[in-house]
């Protein structure tokens, strides 16, 4: 920006990068008289995802839920979410937290923008541990006795178990069962 003639007072330019500029003005005596002016970019607003439910850099299960909310001192008007997994936005229309369930390790990512443009980020990634909890008894005796008479397999994690067989202690197949819910 070099020189601009200005037939009405104030005057605003828009789109200044943070630098030094000369701000002069010529009066109808033809004087001249200018300022030094430093615009300085934007002070930083930072924001971050807070992590309900799951502290620090904690191990979410496999098929557990995860809340992340966006955490600022200052006031925006959208926010982004960009994630690899599918997500709820729990209070529409800002959006401002959302909910899901990732099935594996992922970084998700937030924009916020206030209403005069300016936009923050953050980022935070969520640790998914893939390994299956399940429980089942090392031996039972299915001899109509009344103790440890069956078998059952325990999880909270799993909706379907594709196969089960039970061999006894010499290798023979004594069970097999497809397709069933735990």
Same mark, same amino acid.
């Given at each position: @920006?070099?020189?601009? !003639?200005? !037939? ?17 003005? *010529? ?5 001249? $008289? ?5 615009? $300085? ?18 191990? @979410?299960? @496999? ?8 955490? !600022? ?11 690899? /997994? ?45 390994? @299956?909890?399940? /429980?089942?008894?090392?031996? /039972? =005796? ?10 059952? *397999? /325990? =999880? $909270? ?26």
């Amino acid at each position: @920006l070099d020189t601009l !003639s200005l !037939s009405s007072i104030p005057y605003s330019v828009d789109n200044l990068q943070a630098g030094i500029y000369e701000v002069g003005a *010529l009066d109808a005596n033809n004087c001249y $008289n200018s300022v030094e002016v430093t615009l $300085n970019n934007p002070p930083e607003r930072p924001i971050n995802i807070n992590r309900n439910a799951l502290p620090g850099d904690s191990i @979410l299960q @496999l098929g557990q839920e995860i809340q992340l909310q966006v955490q !600022s001192g200052w006031t925006y008007d959208s926010v982004t979410w960009i994630s690899d /997994f599918d997500f709820e936005c729990v209070n529409p229309p800002l959006c401002d937290i959302i909910q899901l369930m990732p099935n594996a390790t992922t970084t998700i990512q937030v924009m916020v923008t206030d209403d005069g443009g300016c936009t923050s980020s953050a980022s935070t990634t969520v640790f998914v541990s893939t390994e @299956l909890n399940v /429980f089942g008894p090392s031996s /039972f =005796s299915p001899n109509g006795d009344g103790n440890n008479d069956y078998f059952t *397999l /325990f =999880s $909270n994690q799993i909706s379907r178990i594709n196969i089960l067989e039970i061999y006894d202690r010499w290798g023979n197949q004594v069970f097999v069962q497809n397709d069933f819910a735990p």
